[in-house]
């Protein structure tokens, strides 16, 4: 049972209403999590306004959704492991490729070493050693691109977090985050 209850369209406050209207139009649905960040509209606007961003820059859209399902994995968000799963799969990511990316695992090399630097960012607090920098760096990825792993780790771990606190009822087809392998 939620500890902070979602509102529902009709009922949300300010600026909430509009922008909770206008994720329906787009997803099909309101996702519990956005009904939940409502209740703040300067909050719900703000991660949003993070998420558009961050949907402009040069990481593909499937390996953000890799980076938010390992993550989800790591730091036990069974909403998380479950909106962003489904997500995933929108973007062509196959089931075993989101099963391993729930341990923090990746059959692609590059793919790989976004997750281990973002899974090093959660573990160590941002304090990643010359050695983690460098191997991202290694696998291809631009300082530029080094920069949107940093934001999408620290925008999954604001949901992560954000779901724990809220114990957001998940309302997307159930995958566990317990099976996963904290890194």
Known sequence: MPRIQPVEIDQAPGKSKQILEGVQKAVGFAPNIYKTLAVSPAVLEGFLG????????????SLREQIAVALAGANNCDYCSSAHTAIGAKHGLPDDELAANLRGQSADPATQAALNFALAINSREGFVTDEQLQAVRDAGYTDEQVV????????????NYFNHVAQTEVDFPFVPSAQAVNA
């Open 50 to 61: 993070l998420g558009k961003a961050l949907g402009a820059g040069t990481l593909p859209a």
């Open 148 to 159: 949107e792993v940093f934001a999408e780790t620290l925008k999954n771990i604001f949901t």
